[in-house]
Structure formats: structure tokens, C-alpha cells
């Protein structure tokens, strides 16, 4: 809520710079999501090949490129009202889905989900996915990363996220046309 609320109230300077997304993913997001669950997913059973070496940066690099991938997710976004579901009591979980609606009243409405899993440390919740519409962002990942893994290594997975990262977010209308910085 916190950073649909500071997307809402930065609207004007996000029209004019829209990397201002990036920054708020990385202050109101990131610390709620368990991007290091994330990144091990991705590299699923091509993890244990990885050189230990490595493996710091591509965490780091994959945090980058998640706080992109939100950012640019958020360019769709345009003031429209997001509904979460009445909170419930998850203490006996491990893990659970958190589900809200994106409500526009000149489109149809977008479920989305956020799958979040207690930290068996900090015993803090963390969100490790995100699902629009019954696509799991995580899923895609997957699926993206996992043929390069397998075929050119961690090395060529690393090096497609930083050109992901390197790339300017852009505003974009839910019709996928670009709206115009001010």
C-alpha cells in the first residue's frame, strides 16, 4: 500500500522522470521482498553450478534487475485504486498469497497476488513473487533464465540482466502505448 501510495502522490515527477520508479522500488519494495528466494529460485537446479565467486554478483545483480522489472511494472500504472483482501492471521504458515484488485473504472479490473514466506531468521514476511492475471513473474523468470543457464552459464544470465537494467524505464499505458515524459 505504502508504495502504490507514494507512485499516487509522485505522479508529477514521475511524468517527468520516470527512473523516480526505480527509486521508489528501491525504498518502499525492496525491503519486502526476499529477493535472494527469488534469485535462488530462478537459478533453480543450476544453482549448485554456480562458482561460489559468482554468486554474490548475481545477487546483486538480480536485485537490480528486480527493482527494473517493478519499476517497469509500475509504468502502467496510472492513479488507479488498489484493494488488498482483508488481512488474516498466516502466524501458523510458511508461506502464503497475499491478493489484491487494481481498480480503474475505465478498465477491467486486475487481480494480482503476491506470494510472501515467513523468514525462518527474522520471522519477518517477505514477498518472493508476484502474479498478475495468473501469470507468476517469477514463472517467467524461470522460463527465461533457465535454457541460458543451462546452455552459456551464470556469466550470460548476469550479462542479460544487466542490459535489462541498463535500459530507461518508460511510462506505458495498460493499451501498451508509451504515454509521453513532460
Do not use: C
Request: charged share 35%; glycine share 4%.
Amino acid at each position: 500500500t505504502k508504495t502504490f501510495d507514494r507512485i499516487k502522490a509522485n505522479q508529477e515527477q514521475i511524468k517527468q522522470d520516470p527512473e523516480m520508479l526505480r527509486t521508489i522500488m528501491e525504498e518502499e519494495l525492496v525491503p519486502h521482498i526476499d529477493y535472494k528466494f527469488a534469485a535462488f529460485m530462478v537459478l533453480g537446479k543450476h544453482f549448485k553450478s554456480v562458482p561460489k565467486e559468482k554468486m554474490g554478483e548475481y545477487i546483486s545483480v538480480f536485485r537490480q534487475y528486480l527493482i527494473t522489472t517493478y519499476a517497469v511494472a509500475m509504468g502502467y500504472y496510472d492513479n488507479q485504486e488498489v484493494i488488498f483482501e482483508p488481512e488474516s492471521n498466516f502466524e501458523d504458515q510458511k508461506s502464503v498469497t497475499v491478493r489484491a484488485v487494481v481498480q480503474d473504472p475505465e478498465r477491467p479490473e486486475i487481480k494480482i497476488a503476491f506470494k510472501v514466506r515467513k523468514d525462518s531468521k527474522t520471522n519477518e514476511w517477505k514477498a518472493y513473487d508476484m502474479v498478475a492475471e495468473g501469470i507468476s513473474m517469477l514463472q517467467n523468470e524461470i522460463k527465461q533464465y533457465e535454457p541460458v543457464m543451462r546452455t552459456e552459464g551464470i556469466e550470460k544470465v548476469i550479462e542479460i540482466m544487466r542490459e535489462r537494467i541498463a535500459k530507461p524505464i518508460q511510462l506505458k499505458s495498460l493499451d501498451g502505448s508509451t504515454r509521453e515524459a513532460d
